[in-house]
T-cell receptor, first 113, second 116 residues
């Protein structure tokens, strides 16, 4: 059974700092890995999708890497801003059938002005 | 295209009542998913449809839960005899057929259910 773990559960940093969020998964047979953002009480917004054959993806100040063999992904955020405060969720897509997403519990990020 | 929509956004009900949620996916998306998210946790898969066929259900979906997708368009999720443990955010997502590894799921805003 695929399990996804995110560390840390919460992170608070001053504005302007660079930071790294971690995600690990137990089964390397994945279709892709995604990072989502969730604001309080809201739905999920996809930030980055890394195909299983890729090593990293970049979008603006975000960079996500994937190491399938070790079952790890990191999300790097440069020059953090208060507007980046949200919960960040990592999810892997199961390779068979529904390609359903298995999520970690999220990292709650607070950027202090 | 306005994205995935869900109705209602919030629902408060008393224990034992039945509730029904609706999800309208992005038009022409063949796949529709339901997830449940409790406070402080990531979403958990409940069920998914490909067109009108319900192809997979999680063990989380007890016999009090039923989902439909008539005509392969909108979907409804009904919970009968609600319990306090059903209190959660119910998220709907849709995606294309899934033949490309870049196909992502697009999520709606969710329905927040509170069972008193």
């Amino acid at each position: 059974k695929q399990e996804v773990t995110q560390i840390p559960a919460a992170l608070s940093v001053p504005e302007g700092e660079n930071l790294v969020l971690n995600c690990s998964f137990t089964d390397s047979a994945i279709y892709n890995l995604q990072w989502f953002r969730q604001d309080p009480g809201k739905g999920l917004t996809s930030l980055l999708l890394i195909q299983s054959s890729q090593r990293e993806q970049t979008s603006g100040r975000l960079n996500a890497s994937l190491d399938k063999s070790s079952g790890r992904s990191t999300l790097y955020l440069a020059a953090s801003q208060p507007g980046d405060s949200a919960t960040y969720l990592c999810a892997v897509s199961i390779i068979q059938g529904a390609q359903k997403l298995v999520f970690g519990q999220g990292t709650r990020l607070t950027i202090n002005p | 295209d306005t994205g995935v929509s869900q109705d209602p956004r919030h629902k408060i009900t008393k224990r034992g009542q039945n509730v029904t949620f609706r999800c309208d996916p992005i038009s022409e998306h063949n796949r529709l998913y339901w997830y449940r998210q409790t406070l402080g946790q990531g979403p958990e898969f409940l069920t998914y449809f490909q067109n009108e066929a319900q192809l997979e259900k999680s063990r989380l979906l007890s016999d009090r839960f039923s989902a439909e997708r008539p005509k392969g368009s909108f979907s409804t999720l009904e919970i009968q005899r609600t319990e306090q443990g059903d209190s959660a955010m119910y998220l709907c997502a849709s995606s294309p057929i899934g033949t490309s590894p870049t196909d992502t799921q697009y999520f709606g805003p969710g329905t927040r259910l509170t069972v008193l």
